[in-house]
């Protein structure tokens, strides 16, 4: 039985209290779409979990409307999870994570789990982006309407009032599901969703004066047993025999008691948010009656409703970082990429929180906006809490046509010698043994220092052309090689971010690289010819700029690769060698026709400068594939290593059309010159002299992407299969 609303005061203080219940809780903005409708005064909100996340934003001056159109327009798969835009990641980061299908932490040599699936990062984002007019606001009590939360100590399972402090990070708090988000840290107390402990505090918004409640509860009603069909699902059964028996009591105690029909949906239904929200504003026009008494907001009251114009900028005047023992100013706000007295976009902000949380170094990324005193704009006054694990093992697996089947084990190492350094050895078992090893010390914006060895190998039928010249085919006969090459090559290099954006290296190369042939033989005791077992000395620069949202089915974004490389130096095996330099360039640019369907072009093209005897380092184009070695360049319709020149060019596009969630359709082609000085002949800006042609499917896999494709070359006149499972590395 209802409590009977009570107007014995002249003026009754109303008091709004949400429920928690994940995605559930949409249903109170249907109902605060009612409320304000009526021009009903609420003079307090107090909530728990996303009733705290609609509730803080209605406190903060948003009508029902707004919160309708904004809760709407998100993506809260991404918004819960921790897979941040690929751009966020640095050009080694992206390299060093875009291969491992699991990555597990490895300290003390024990594998350690995360505490959660979620850091909570992109939730306390939005949130602080949402909540950014009132980010001067301590005291709760202060915002348009006052409002508190609640958390759970999860050292002690005592329920938190929070009612001061920083706004989005309590909210995050009481939000923060088990296992879902991480615990927020929020003056040493280790806090958790508020549920947990107290999913409805009526009785802690009735201590706050408020004469009339006005309840909305969407928590779960217990399950029969056809419905508990796995843990998680006898888990929550577990938790909700005390909420609901606390509502058994609370509800009594609620004047105005909401309750919408959200039986059909979960705490996960973000999907359906069009729905829970209707079904809110259903349950309250069923009180309609009851709401319809209360008191009203007169004309001068001005505590809510506020004319919220969204920041598309930010003016940060200074930075002040806490918590930051092992890595430098230098180094976060590299990552950041901020200075001070610099307006930002907010989205670049938000790229930049991103940038520093993709490093995997913090745990936390706390901050709030202050407004100067001396000048406008505001000060960022960031928390940082370092990651205490240091150490990574990752697995991968993978098969091509080139490489066939392979097993990667890696180990990370943050720290190894400095404190802002990273090691990685990649140990790569299968048909083709393979190992990979980075090292960099990252400095942010200054020059950073690398180290990277890699050794490669395979055995391959390849164009003679890459190995004879006219005369050797011609003598012989052979126009196909069945050849095994194996490449080393060790790098020293500088790198910098050039304009936040492009990646400035500079350095020098050591490759050593050795091809031999069974083909032709020229005595019994090997069976086999040397080619080529020769170390070069070189040194490169390279430029680099990608912001591709996704590195095998892009989007959106824009990709540029340059490299150029001057061999100075040749081990005696390479008896007529003289210096030359090799320049090469990729273009890219992706783009989305609608949600299903997206186009990515590409360009590229490269020539060599300088001495022509050396063969083995041209360019050779052929085979489909990615993180391919030295100048061999991808080309449908035509087996790996096909095509040879000492220059050439390339134009390629392809169709993607995303059929459901992941799986992907492409029409693709490509067109290419490639020969000896194409640039000097003019032969480069003539009609292509191959093409070909393809049709993909794909799936995005957590192994990565399962892809098979045919493709045709109209001058062959014969098509080609490729296949590829997993991440290429």
């Known amino acids: 039985m209802k409590a009977q609303v009570n107007y014995k005061t002249d003026k009754p203080k109303i008091g709004l209290v949400l429920s928690g219940g994940g995605a559930k809780g949409f249903a109170h903005i249907g109902v605060l779409k009612v409320i304000d409708s009526l021009g009903i005064k609420v003079d307090y909100v107090a909530g728990t979990s996303m009733g705290a996340i609609v509730g803080s934003l209605y406190s903060a001056g948003y009508s029902g409307n707004q919160l309708d159109s904004i809760f709407r327009s998100l993506d809260f798969e991404k918004v819960i999870n921790d897979n941040l835009p690929r751009s966020a990641k640095t050009f080694y980061e992206r390299d060093n994570t875009e291969k491992y299908a699991i990555a597990l ?13 979620s850091r909570g990062q992109n939730v306390f984002n939005l949130l602080s982006k949402l909540t950014l007019h009132v980010s001067e606001v301590d005291d709760f009590d ?144 069923a009180q309609l009656d009851q709401l319809s008494l209360l008191p009203k907001k007169s004309d001068d009251d001005s505590n809510h409703n506020l004319k919220i114009v969204p920041k598309d900028s930010i003016a940060i005047n200074d930075i002040y970082l806490k918590g930051n023992k092992k890595y430098t100013r230098s180094y976060i706000l590299g990552k950041l990429k901020l200075k001070t007295n610099e307006k930002v976009s907010y989205s670049n902000f938000d790229r930049g929180v991103n940038n520093l ?21 505001y000060d960022l006054h960031a928390t940082l809490e370092e990651s205490k694990v240091t150490t990574f093992l990752k697995l991968g697996v993978h098969y091509d046509d080139l490489y066939k089947s392979a097993a990667l084990a890696n180990l990370t190492k943050k720290q190894l010698l400095f404190d802002n350094d990273i090691a990685s050895l990649d140990i790569i078992l299968g048909d083709n043994v393979r190992y990979n090893f980075e090292y960099l010390i990252d400095k942010g914006f200054y020059w950073s220092i690398g180290l990277r060895s890699r050794y490669n190998q395979f055995e391959k039928n390849i164009n003679a052309e890459l190995l004879l010249d006219n005369a050797q085919i011609t003598a012989t006969g052979i126009n196909k090689l ?118 990515n072009l590409q360009t590229s093209g490269g020539f060599k400068l ?120």
């Open 482 to 599: 069945d050849v095994e090459l194996r490449d080393q090559t060790n790098q020293f290099y500088l790198q910098t971010l050039f304009r936040k954006d492009f990646a400035l290296s500079i350095g020098a190369e050591h490759k050593r690289l050795n091809i031999k042939s069974e083909t032709i033989t020229i005595n019994t005791e090997t069976d086999e010819f040397v080619f080529e077992n020769t170390d070069y000395l070189s040194v490169f620069g390279t430029l680099k700029l990608d912001t591709y949202d996704n590195k095998y089915y892009p989007s959106s974004g824009v990709y540029f690769n340059g490299d150029f490389h001057t061999y100075l130096f040749a081990s005696d095996f390479n008896t007529g060698f003289d210096q030359f330099s090799i320049a090469k360039a990729d273009i890219g640019y992706a783009f989305s026709i609608s949600d299903k369907l997206s186009i």
């Open 610 to 729: 300088g001495d022509n005897s050396t063969q083995t380092l041209d360019f050779a184009l052929g085979g489909y594939g990615n993180n391919l070695i030295n100048n061999f360049i991808p080309f449908l319709g035509y087996d790996f290593i096909s095509l040879t020149g000492n220059s050439y060019v390339k134009a390629y596009a392809c169709a993607d059309y995303e059929i459901v969630n992941k799986h992907h359709i492409t029409l693709e082609a490509n067109w290419a010159n490639v020969d000896n000085d194409i640039f000097e002949s003019g032969e480069w800006f003539t009609l292509p002299d191959y093409r070909g042609y393809g049709v993909g499917y794909g799936i995005e896999t957590f192994l990565g992407p399962v892809q098979a494709k045919f493709s045709y070359s109209p001058e062959q006149r014969k098509s080609i299969w490729y296949f590829n499972i997993g991440f290429w590395f």
């Open 105 to 117: 932490p490895f300290n003390n040599f024990k594998l350690k789990l995360p505490s959660a699936l």
């Open 357 to 377: 949380v993709a490093t995997n170094n913090f745990d936390a990324f706390q901050y709030d906006f202050k407004k100067s005193r001396s000048k406008e704009g």
């Open 142 to 285: 202060n915002l348009p309407i006052p409002f508190f939360c609640i958390a759970t100590n999860i050292e002690t399972g005592e329920q938190v009032m929070l009612d001061s402090g920083s706004l989005p990070l309590c909210i995050t708090a009481s939000g923060a599901f088990p296992s879902l988000f991480q615990p927020v840290n929020i003056n040493g107390q280790l806090l958790i969703d508020g549920g947990v402990a107290n999913n409805y505090p009526i009785d802690e918004l009735r201590a706050k004066g408020m004469d009339i409640i006005i309840g909305v509860d969407v928590q779960d009603g217990l399950a029969t047993r056809e419905e508990m069909t796995s843990a998680p699902d006898v888990l929550l059964q577990i938790n909700n025999f005390r909420t609901i028996n606390d509502m058994k009591l609370k509800s009594k105690k609620t004047d105005v008691y909401i309750k919408p029909d959200i039986k059909d949906f979960t705490v996960v239904s973000f999907s359906e948010g069009k729905k829970i929200i209707e079904n809110g504003k259903l349950a309250a026009l």
